[in-house]
């Protein structure tokens, strides 16, 4: 699914983080994403996955090889290099809405891993900045995929980053009528 008319400009691109990964399938899935979206995708150690795992690379599809990367060894690593950044942490924990935060490029989203979630560490900063965000959800549920969260948090950066309107200017089902 693409619509290819509506441009990302690459040189306001934000930064998309794991926190250590734990299902090759999901950060395959979000490489393509940071790929088909101009993001820098940004992994932190330690994975539950090796970075040649074949789950990994099918759910990546072909991208793999025009991606870079970035690799850091652990969260006191990230911290540093996060120094100086908009960093905003996405948690079922968070309290802002996701959609209320005026997005910027160079701004880094941050996800947990999908068997735990942020690291306390991680979660007292975010809630300390103000900046543990969530995607609104009904109430039993705790929580949704990894690559969902990550989705739709990155297209919301980017639609105002890119100054993307809800209208198109397209005719077909669902546009305005005049």
């Known amino acids: 699914m693409s619509d290819q008319t509506v441009k990302i400009d690459t040189s306001r691109h934000i930064s998309l983080v794991l926190i250590e990964p734990d299902i090759p399938q999901n950060t395959g899935n979000i490489a393509r994403l940071c790929y088909a979206t101009g993001c820098e995708l940004v992994l932190v150690r ?52 996701y959609a209320a935060i005026e997005y910027q ?46 989705a739709a948090a990155v297209y919301e950066a980017l639609r105002q980053i890119n100054h993307w309107s809800s209208s198109t200017g397209k005719e077909g089902p669902g546009a305005p009528s005049a």
């Not at 539950?48 to 991208?63: E, K, P």
């Not at 007292?124 to 949704?144: F, Q, Y």
Request: charged share 20%; hydrophobic share 45%; net charge negative.
């Open 46 to 97: 330690p994975f539950g996955f090796r970075l040649t795992d074949a789950a990994l690379q099918r759910a990546g599809m072909d991208y793999w090889k025009n991606l870079e990367p970035v690799i850091i060894d652990d969260t006191d690593e990230f911290l540093a290099w996060a120094k100086g950044r908009r960093v905003f942490y996405l948690s079922a924990h968070g309290s802002v809405n």
């Open 105 to 150: 490029p160079g701004d880094v989203l941050v996800f947990g891993s999908e068997s735990s979630g942020l690291p306390p560490a991680l979660l007292a900063a975010g809630k300390a900045a103000n900046s543990l965000i969530t995607l609104p959800m009904i109430e039993p549920a705790r929580c949704i995929n990894v690559s969902s969260s990550a």
